[in-house]
């Protein structure tokens, strides 16, 4: 398998921040965003962001802006079709996805999930995390994504699907469970990101 191509997930609407854009938060200083594009590089052949309304805001990071494909903000799986997009367009066959807003997830993301992916037909894993209550948390906007599957995902967000299980599930999708469990800690709130500060 080829390298998968990395897409950051900066479309959401940060409602809970007060709007605007979580990765533009500073972190210690520096942007939420830079640490997760630091974090995901290494690990990609090539790397992209989706977000919607003006790209320029971004034009420090260097990278392509995907927007959603998708009208009406459909949630982290409008993301993921933006990406395989721009992947099919590359050549590429998968895609690694990661939130703008999770500063601190490992830095073996991508090789843990095609780790996972070995010997499946179209390779589709989400991260996880052990949890008390469920056996395992999944961490959706977190996965390992095949280009195979874009037509596929296209339809079900046009159908009406928002659910990234729902459409993961009925295609096999596994797990790849990391033990740290505060690795996928995100920034939803400002109390969250003095949280984010406390943990650097």
């Known amino acids: 398998m080829k390298q998968p ?36 590089e290494p690990q990609v052949a090539d790397l992209a962001l989706n977000a919607n309304g003006d790209p320029a805001r971004f034009a420090d990071f260097g990278l392509p802006v995907l927007p959603d494909s998708i009208d009406g903000f459909a949630g982290p799986l ?27 997830f490992p830095c ?3 090789p843990q999930l095609l780790l996972r992916a070995e010997g499946m037909t179209h390779p589709l894993v989400l991260a996880a995390t052990p949890d008390a209550k469920r056996g395992t948390a999944r961490h959706p906007t977190f996965g390992l994504w095949p280009v195979a599957l874009r037509d596929d995902l296209r339809a079900a967000l046009a159908g009406g699907l928002r659910k990234v299980v729902l459409w993961t599930e009925k295609h096999g999708g596994r797990e790849a469970v990391f033990p740290q469990e505060e690795a996928f800690f995100n920034v939803n709130t400002p109390d969250d990101l003095a949280q984010a500060e406390a943990m650097l």
């Open 5 to 40: 191509l990395g897409v950051i997930l900066a479309g959401g609407q940060a409602t809970r921040m007060g709007g605007g854009d979580k990765g533009l938060l500073h972190l210690g200083g520096t942007p939420l965003l830079t640490r997760v594009i630091e974090r995901l």
């Open 78 to 104: 409008a993301g993921v079709l933006a990406g395989l997009d721009w992947a099919a367009a590359q050549g590429g066959e998968t895609i690694v996805t990661a939130a703008a807003d999770t500063p601190f």
């Open 108 to 110: 073996d993301l991508v």
